[in-house]
């Protein structure tokens, strides 16, 4: 069995050397140096020294990246003194790093006899990515060959045939000359040389077919490693982070036997790192408030390695207060990426504050310190798994707790794609992207408030999806869904359990290509993945499933919030059960009030205060039909949730019924006015009258 801290050490020599050099050559370029790439480097540096737990090379990186965020932030400018600094704490990660190496002092000598025979010591070997990737393209060079050789076959039979026909038209005109015999010969000649060089060809055709086989098998072999060289060190490096920030955690990490390709792991290293980080540090949160929300004592970071139909998916999940919308909208504004919002606006969906959490600079931590708190860490996850072509999805878990699911094609070589035509120019997308092909009928398109949509079966359920031309949503100008010869085309798209169907001229192929980076400041990087060279063609622009439903959440957020393109899982309850939304800040009364709806057979989702259950309620996550709210909550009482519910042209029609220990005349005067349709005390709380006031409303 291999060592797998031996690997690991062995991996972090040569990485850290990586980070080190390209630091120093940053240094030297002066004031050319890209400071957000000399931070980045630093803070992979000291993930990575985590990771294999190596504490003094971690700490003196910590120091390393303080120093380079305050060149990142502008507070300190690269002259002299600086470079000089900087070139100090190089040479201290070195010296500790070396010290971690040196081989311990030899123990006396003792009696060798009956010594066991020693474990087969595992070799590595440093493989220059860039020579696998060029063995990698010359096996699908090679594969394109193969298939040119069948066209071969095809004419070198139709030679034959031809052969075949002349000699017996010739045998058929023949005279009695004297050469005729001699031509007749020679045709039988060429007919049975055909033959014979088209059964050698299908024979060497088969032979190359095997060796490509096991060329193919020999390749996947040097460039595929289970998860476990790349990740194996991370449990322990999250129970070590977990244990220094005095937070008591159960980690759980499963998969780590997935094999997927050695690149695309190594390029998830810093990105996975910083996700379990994140974990660690937004997960974190006071005992007393863990025990009130009825958790157990231990934050529990689980992770999760998994491959599927040709992608790796790695999820990441915790179970702390999850994500801080309303933190994360005030440091988007902070940041330029969304205008502040107008008191008594609808606030922005959870779909689309989520999506900022992963700009730079973007961070709803309290202050900044070894764990978190600059908002780099969500962007390089971004960055990384853009350049796979990869979906990064943040999610908020139900009733607590935050997910990261990371999804990226188990090669970094060629994929299949789906190539659709869009106002005369090809682009493509990954197959494994695409939901559905559909071909629809013109006349049955529907419109929801003026935009087009279609009624699509999805896992059972008939779902209204919005129609979207995809060359709009390249461009950012309004088109009209293109429709020939009395059809759509289009491909549907999902996101989670929203969907959306792209509207395209025409569906044109599916083959397997390579996707090359596309380095072009013209086009929006958020969308666009790459491109793919065509023969004698332009090349075509290779977009990212993902972001391009994502975008349309972003610029529709009131059809989003609608619930217009969502499709309830196969594992929700069942779709006759009406669904009610309980809010209230106690865990207790939280769990009462859903013991005795769900008893009745309601579907039941919770929310902690009235800020969480209006961002469910335009989320469109679900469609609630009824809301049993308390009055006293934090961040938003149940009076300021009803007025923004009764305010709000989506929602208005939504039952409210408040609950709360406040008897006062005045309080249920107010929230009767406010157009509460029932207001029942808990201090004459009777089941039976909650469950007689949903009746009568639903």
Same mark, same amino acid.
């Given at each position: 069995m291999p060592d797998i801290r031996r690997q690991l050490l062995a991996a972090f020599d040569l990485e850290h050397r990586e980070h080190l050099q390209a630091i120093r050559q940053a240094i030297a370029a002066g004031g050319e140096a890209d400071a957000r790439e000399i931070f980045r480097r630093a803070?992979?540096?000291?993930?990575?020294?985590? /990771?294999?737990?190596?504490?003094?090379?971690?700490?003196?990186a910590h120091a390393l990246e303080s120093l380079c965020a305050e060149l990142m932030d502008g507070a300190r400018m690269l002259d002299a003194a600086t470079a000089a600094t900087l070139e100090g704490l190089l040479d201290a990660v070195e010296d500790a790093a070396a010290a971690a190496y040196a081989p311990p002092a030899p123990k006396p000598a003792e009696t060798t006899a009956a010594a066991p025979a020693p474990e087969e010591a595992v070799e590595l070997v440093r493989i220059d990515v860039e020579a696998v990737a060029g063995l990698s393209r010359a096996m699908q060079t090679l594969s394109g060959d193969v298939l040119d050789h069948g066209a071969i076959d095809e004419d070198l039979r139709r030679l034959a045939s031809d052969a075949r026909k002349l000699e017996r038209r010739w045998r058929d005109a023949r005279s009695a000359a004297g050469?005729?015999?001699?031509?007749?010969?020679? @045709?039988?000649?060429?007919?049975?040389a055909l033959n014979e060089l088209s059964v050698r060809r299908v024979r060497a055709g088969w032979a190359l077919d095997q060796g490509l086989s096991d060329l193919r098998g020999r390749v996947e072999e040097i460039s595929? /490693?289970? #998860?476990? !060289?790349? &990740?194996?060190? &991370? %449990? %322990?490096?999250?129970?070590? *982070? #977990?244990?220094? /920030?005095?937070?008591?955690?159960?980690?759980?990490?499963?998969?780590?036997? !997935?094999? #997927?390709?050695?690149?695309?792991?190594?390029?998830?290293?810093?990105?996975?790192?910083? @996700?379990?980080?994140?974990?660690? %540090?937004?997960?974190?949160?006071?005992?007393?408030?863990?025990?009130a929300a009825g958790k157990p004592d231990r934050l529990t970071v689980v992770m999760a390695v998994s491959a599927a139909s040709g992608r790796l998916r790695i999820e990441i999940a915790d179970d702390g207060p999850g994500p801080d919308l309303a933190r994360l909208e005030a440091a988007a504004v902070d940041k330029g990426l969304m205008q502040p919002r107008p008191e008594g606006a609808p606030a922005p969906t959870p779909e689309e504050l989520l999506a900022h959490a992963f700009a730079p600079g973007v961070s !709803?931590?309290? +202050? *900044?310190?070894?764990?978190?708190?600059? +908002?780099?860490g969500l962007s390089v996850v971004a960055e990384a798994v853009r350049k796979l072509r990869g979906e990064l999805r943040l999610t908020a878990g139900r009733p607590w707790g935050a997910r990261v699911v990371l999804s990226t094609p188990l090669s970094a070589a060629r994929q299949s794609l789906l190539f659709v035509d869009i106002q005369g120019r090809q682009a493509a997308l990954p197959s494994l992207g695409v939901r559905r092909l559909l071909r629809l009928d013109a006349t049955t398109l529907e419109t929801v408030e003026g935009h087009p949509a279609a009624r699509i079966a999805i896992d059972g359920d008939d779902v209204i999806v919005p129609m979207v031309p995809l060359s709009a949503l390249l461009t950012g100008v309004a088109a009209e869904v293109p429709v020939h010869a009395g059809a759509v085309s289009a491909v549907l798209l999902s996101h989670g359990r929203r969907h959306v169907a792209m509207a395209v001229d025409a569906l044109c192929d599916v083959r397997s290509a390579l996707v090359e980076d596309l380095d072009a400041d013209d086009l929006d990087a958020d969308l666009i993945a790459g491109a793919v060279q065509l023969d004698d063609q332009a090349p075509a622009l290779a977009l990212d499933p993902d972001a391009l439903v994502r975008r349309w959440l972003r610029?529709?957020?009131?059809? /989003?919030?609608?619930? @217009?393109?969502?499709?309830? %899982?196969?594992?929700?309850a069942d779709e006759t059960a009406r669904t009610i939304l309980v809010v209230d800040d106690s865990i207790t009364t939280r769990t009462l009030e859903k013991s005795i709806l769900e008893a009745q057979g309601y579907r039941v989702l919770l929310a902690v205060d009235g800020l969480d259950a209006l961002n469910l309620l335009r989320s469109g996550q679900a469609i609630i039909d009824l809301v049993v709210a308390d009055i006293e909550m934090p961040r938003m009482d149940g009076f300021s949730l009803l007025q923004a519910v009764k305010a709000d042209a989506a929602l208005a029609a939504t039952p409210v019924i408040l609950m709360t220990s406040r008897a006062d005349a005045a309080d249920v005067r107010r929230g009767l006015d406010l157009g509460a349709e029932a207001y029942i005390t808990k201090q004459k709380f009777d089941q039976r009258e909650l469950l007689a006031a949903i009746g009568q409303l639903l």
């Open positions: 803070h992979s540096l000291k993930g990575a020294a985590r /990771a294999v737990d190596l504490p003094v090379v971690e700490e003196q050469r005729v015999r001699e031509v007749e010969q020679g @045709l039988k000649d060429l007919s049975r595929q /490693a289970p #998860a476990e !060289t790349v &990740f194996g060190g &991370f %449990s %322990s490096m999250v129970r070590d *982070i #977990a244990r220094e /920030a005095g937070v008591p955690v159960d980690v759980r990490v499963s998969g780590l036997e !997935t094999r #997927a390709d050695r690149r695309v792991l190594q390029a998830l290293k810093d990105p996975v790192m910083h @996700l379990l980080r994140n974990a660690v %540090s937004h997960g974190r949160e006071a005992p007393e408030a863990r025990a !709803t931590a309290q +202050g *900044i310190d070894r764990l978190a708190g600059r +908002g780099m610029d529709q957020r009131h059809l /989003a919030a609608g619930g @217009l393109g969502f499709a309830e %899982s196969a594992d929700d």
